[in-house]
Each structure stands twice: as C-alpha cells, then as structure tokens.
C-alpha cells in the first residue's frame, strides 16, 4: 500500500518496519515528528523525548550496546550537543544498529544557524546517507540500521528542512523483529579509555575503507546517463532541483551515501561527461572531494553558499534564466512572526520593558519574539541554555567594570531542562549577580506542545514526576528569599518581583508560571489556574485612541479610525491590555 508521507513520517515509519525498539530525541524543527510518530507504536517500542539531545544520543547508545536497533533524532543544531558521545561512539561501533537523524535547515526557517552537518560525518568518521524524498526517508532509515550492523557504525541520516516537511508517495511494509542480541561483557570495545581507543582509531580505518568499497558499488550512488556533455553531481533535496534545472539535457550522479565518500565512482563518472556540475545546498562538502581529488568542477562559482535552494535558484545560477513564474509569493505583505494572542510571556516582557539600565539575555524558544517590536525586551541570543551563563558573564564584567547595568536572562522551562540548570549552577557558585527568569508555560511550546520533565507526563502519555522547579533551584544553591513565583499576566506582580531581583547583588529566579494559550490543557492545569473563557473589549466612549495598548504588540489589538478594537475570535482574555489602558477604556468580560 501507496501513502503520502512526509519525510519525517516515512523515517519514523523506516524504523518502526526495521525492527527499532528504543528511540529517544530532543523536539527541534525541523526533526520533532519523527518521534512523535514513533510513539503511535508503544506496543512494540519505546520513545522518549529526552532532557536535551546528548542525553538522547547516549541513551540510544546505551539501548544500542544492550542488544537492540535504536534511533536518536534532532535538529543540526543539536549535534552540536550531542557531539560528545557521537564522536567516541564511532570509535566504539555498536551492537544493536543505531541511526542519528540530523536535520539540517537550509535558509533557517526556524534556527539560529544554517551549519551544514554533513561536515560532521567527515570530523567524527560516521558513515553518512542523504535522502531527498519521503520514499528514501523511509529506505535510508532502514538501510542505515543494517549497515550500522554491518560495518559496526553508527549512521548519520541527514534530512534537510525540504525533506522532513514535504510529502510524497511511500510504499509501506511490515514491521519485522529484531530479536535483542545477548548482551556479553566487552571491557576493550565499550570502555574508551586511551589505551583501548588506540586500537579503536586502527580498526575505524578498517572500517571506513570497507565503507568506501560499499559506497563505490552501492545501489544509492548509481549514476543516470543522458547527454554526456554535462554532469551533475548531487545528494539529497538538491538532486530534486538539478534534475528538474537541467532535465534531459544532463547524466546525474546522485549521492545517497556521502561518507564516506565513493571516490572511484566519482572519478568514473566524471571521465565520462565533458563539464561537471555539483548541486548542493550550503557548503561545498562534495564539491571539496571532488577538487581534493584533482576532478575539475562546476560548484559554489555558481551555485549559491547559503541559503535554501530550489529550481528556479539553480536554474537562473547555472543558465541565467529567471523562472517565467509568479513573483506573488515575493511581493506578497508577510507579517512577522508574534507572541500569540494570550502568550503568558506578554505580560512579563511588557514589564520587563519597562526597567531601564538593564541588559537581557535571551535563549531559544517562542519567547525570542519578545526581542521584536514593540517589545524589544530581548539583547541577545546564541543557543539552547546560554542565556544565564551568557548573562552571569555579562554580569560579572559590568559589576567588575564598575557600571551599574544589571542583568536579566529569560530562559523557558523545557530549556531550563535542556541545558540551563548547568547555567544557573554556574551562576550560583561562582556567586554572579544576573537575575534568572524561568518561563514556565508548562509545555514546549516552540515545536508544538511536546511533553517534558515539568509537564508530568511522557511522550508516550504515560504519568510522570513532574520537576519542580524551585525545588531544583534551591538544590543549585538557591536562597528562599531570591526565588520569586508570578502569575505573568498581573503586570504589577511582574514588576514588583523584577525590581527586587535586580536590586540584589547576588544570584536572583524569577519563575513565572502560566500555561500557554495553546495547550491541551491538562488535569494539573485545570486545577492550579483559572482557565474560564474570557475576553477583552474597548468601551468606545472611554477609548482616548493613546494606542498604549498597541505596545503590548498582541496580535488581537488593531486600530480602526479613531478608535481601538480587539478582535474577539483571537482575544484570550489575558488583561495585559486592561492593565496597560491608562483610561480604563478596556474591560474584561465572559465568553
């Protein structure tokens, strides 16, 4: 049977048709469906979603070595975070088959970076396989696990944005077992100690000619011959824009396994074409091999360095033609993305706007928005967790540079978990002076609602310990009396909590706690938060049309001739607006 899929389903249906019994992953754009879909299938195997991603990639790892097929998924930046583990595990090789998905995003649609993680398959020497439709999603998944077996390596699959999220036509087929492999003692091949990795390095050169020789007859590296006069040399999405930019007109060698790398098949397939093009997104990764080999070619002098891309992109770089299409999309009005209508983060970072001399740090998740205007609450922001130790930092340089700015970092509750416990702690004992603001909205909200250690249940919907954060804090070494918990939505609340945060000269948390607007709601938030259907609206007659509202920037609030409205069918109810109105013009009412 023919289903649509897309790439993110057809890889999680490749492992759930292998025989995967563990799989363990951070959400991230664009790699987060991938469990998600595997959790439909609890009754045969186990997902999780995972603190962070290098806790994904060990316990994976660990599933790996007691005998059974396992999966770790992310997004390209946290590799970055799973690196650790990744790089020794390619020394260890595996027992069960293990596939790390990286999901790399071209033209950043929802990331801070557009790295391009088939570097990583050359730097850590893991065998590496590059799909470019959902069909292939499904396929590579399931060859990576068997050759994972076969040549004792973890496999990188390596998906791109296009891929994960474009749909097309899957062949499904039946889920067979993998009994588990007995588990048997092995000190010299798990424990990587020097002495033993020593023997590991000479045996993964071992295992990386064998790779090669595979590579150079594989079925995924097969070349297409047409007219002779042009090459192109590709992998992944890209295949899919050079083959509709240059047709008929040109022979492919389309790369399903880029590392390592099938030199002879390269040099073979080059001496058969006049000019040879290579088609990639990002990096010139095959277009270096290619120029390392002495093999002349065609590639980034043409083809754009950065930036997604698609037929019309390729075509114009290569031939100079423009699409003969519609610019609408180009031309067309796009509003930026907003904190939604309700967003319990409004509130706070409304507040927080408000406090003058103040540098703040932010982190990744949909409260980054609260860098945008009319906000503009937000200085910086690097990574996953880096928002108290980029603000203890900062903190530290200004108190002992003798300036008087104070520092605020704003981190959510599912990053607090992924890797801003370690920050905080940090802040802690080395007795920094930045106040810390956990925004607790009681769900990761940034991917789409998926569950974490504050949320009391599993990906697999199971109850679960629910973290408590102030504890957590206090166990960092927090004080009592430097733990502030507010409702976000009661902007005096907000403020009176900020100002004595910050006037201390020691570690300060604030923790604001508020369901987001979103969210399923669970048991546990119907019953610690009043959740009734409200809204908001403007009385004319008091409305002095002062637009202070407007500042807030929810999405609901819109001016209409000399008066201010607010549409009901998107208004939550939250009163941020109310409380801002200094003329009383905004009321709140039931649905």
């Not at 930019?245 to 880029?258: I, N, V």
């Not at 259907?533 to 001016?559: L, Q, T």
Request: hydrophobic content about 40%; charged content about 25%; aromatic content about 6%.
């Amino acid at each position: 049977m023919k289903v649509i899929m897309s790439g993110n389903e057809a890889a999680a249906q490749g492992a759930y048709e292998a025989g995967v019994a563990f799989a363990s992953a951070y959400p991230g754009t664009p790699s987060t469906e991938i469990l998600e879909n595997l959790a439909k299938h609890k009754d045969v195997l186990y997902s999780e979603w995972a603190p962070n991603e290098k806790v994904a990639v060990e316990a994976a790892i660990g599933a790996s070595v007691a005998g059974v097929r396992s999966i770790a998924a992310m997004k390209h930046v946290g590799l970055n975070v799973a690196a650790d583990p990744v790089f020794t595990f390619a020394y260890t090789g595996v027992t069960g088959g293990m596939v790390i998905v990286s999901a790399d995003d071209p033209g950043m649609h929802s990331s801070q970076n557009e790295q391009d993680n088939r570097n990583y398959a050359t730097a850590a020497r893991l065998l590496m396989l590059e799909p470019s439709d959902s069909q292939e999603a499904k396929d590579f998944m399931k060859l990576g696990l068997e050759l994972s077996e076969r040549f004792d390596t973890p496999v990188l699959l390596r998906m791109t944005t296009r891929v994960c999220h474009s749909k097309s036509l899957v062949e499904l087929g039946e889920r067979q077992e993998k009994p588990i492999v007995p588990y048997k003692k092995n000190i010299r091949k798990y424990v990587a100690t020097p002495a033993n990795a020593k023997v590991m390095r000479v045996k993964l050169e071992e295992r990386l000619a064998a790779m090669e020789a595979y590579a150079c007859q594989a079925e995924i590296n097969q070349p297409e011959y047409n007219d002779t006069k042009i090459g192109v040399i590709t992998s992944g999405i890209a295949y899919q824009y050079a083959r509709e930019a240059f047709g008929e007109e040109a022979s492919y060698l389309k790369l399903g396994m880029t590392f390592p790398m099938p030199m002879d098949l390269l040099r073979a397939f080059a001496a058969k074409v006049d000019k040879v093009y290579v088609v990639e997104e990002m990096d010139p990764y095959i277009e270096n091999h290619l120029k390392m080999a002495g093999i002349d070619c065609i590639g980034k002098d043409v083809i754009p360095r950065y930036d997604e891309l698609n037929t019309d992109i390729v075509r114009e770089a290569v031939f100079g033609k423009s699409a003969d299409s519609l610019t609408s999309e180009k031309s067309a009005v796009i509003r930026p993305p907003t904190l939604c209508a309700g967003c319990p983060h409004r509130g706070f970072f409304y507040a927080l706007a408000q406090k003058k001399n103040v540098m703040i740090t932010g982190d990744i998740g949909c409260y980054t928005l609260g860098s945008a205007a009319p906000l503009n609450a937000i200085d910086t922001c690097f990574c996953m967790g880096g928002s108290i130790s980029t603000g203890h930092g900062a903190s530290i340089a200004l108190r002992n540079g003798g300036r008087d700015t104070k520092v605020v970092s704003v981190i959510g509750d599912s990053t607090f978990f992924h890797s801003g416990v370690t920050s905080l702690m940090d802040a802690v004992y080395n007795k920094g002076c930045n106040t810390s603001v956990i925004l607790d909205n009681r769900i990761t909200g940034m991917t789409g609602h998926q569950q974490n250690p504050g949320t009391g249940y599993t990906l697999m919907g199971d109850p679960a310990t629910e973290v408590d954060i102030p504890a957590l804090c206090r166990a960092l070494g927090m004080k009592d009396e430097n733990i502030y918990i507010v409702n976000p939505n009661h902007l005096d609340e907000v403020s009176k909590a900020l100002d004595e945060a910050i006037a201390k000269d020691e570690p300060t948390v604030i923790i604001t706690k508020w369901p987001c607007v979103l969210k399923k709601y669970s048991t546990q938030d119907k019953e610690e938060f009043d959740l009734s259907p409200r809204r908001c609206e403007v009385d004319p007659d008091k409305c002095r049309n002062c637009k202070m509202c407007v500042k807030c920037g929810c999405p609901a609030i819109y001016s209409e001739k000399d008066k201010v409205s607010i549409q009901a069918a998107s208004c939550t109810g939250c009163g941020v607006c109310a409380q801002i109105c200094p003329f009383d013009a905004i009321r709140e009412v039931e649905r």
